[in-house]
Nanobody
Framework: QVQLVESGGGLVQAGGSLRLSCAASKLTFSSYAMGWFRQAPGKEREFVAA????????DYADSVKGRFTISRDDAKNTVYLQMNSLKPEDTGVYTCAARFRTLVEYHYWGQGTQVTVSS
């Protein structure tokens, strides 16, 4: 069965950086657009970033533009989220998701990794 496994979360001070990884298995990775979402305590899950199947035209939430970079390595079936200049409001559980070709909905989701940014 398809698995998405996130790693790289942790505790970091404001202004610091983290790099999240999401390794996919048992799916044809190149057929899926990939996205990152996050959920802060007491809040709804929100979109963070997405990358197309080709790796071009990344999309970002306004709150992370210029600070976060999404990328993918199809040879490793992995999508990354480089997070720089982290702020306390970036704290949350970060989850990756896979969307098949041109479908609108994300079909597969990981379990998430905790990111905590201290002030």
């Amino acid at each position: 069965q398809v698995q998405l496994v996130e790693s790289g979360g942790g505790l970091v001070q404001a202004g610091g950086s983290l790099r999240l990884s999401c390794a996919a298995s048992k799916l044809t990775f190149s057929s899926y657009a990939m996205g990152w979402f996050r959920q802060a305590p007491g809040k709804e899950r929100e979109f963070v970033a997405a990358v197309t199947r080709s790796g071009g035209n990344p999309d970002y939430a306004d709150s992370v533009k210029g600070r976060f970079t999404i990328s993918r390595d199809d040879a490793k079936n992995t999508v990354y989220l480089q997070m720089n200049s982290l702020k306390p409001e970036d704290t949350g559980v970060y989850t990756c998701a896979a969307r098949f070709r041109t479908l609108v909905e994300y079909h597969y989701w990981g379990q998430g990794t905790q990111v905590t940014v201290s002030s």
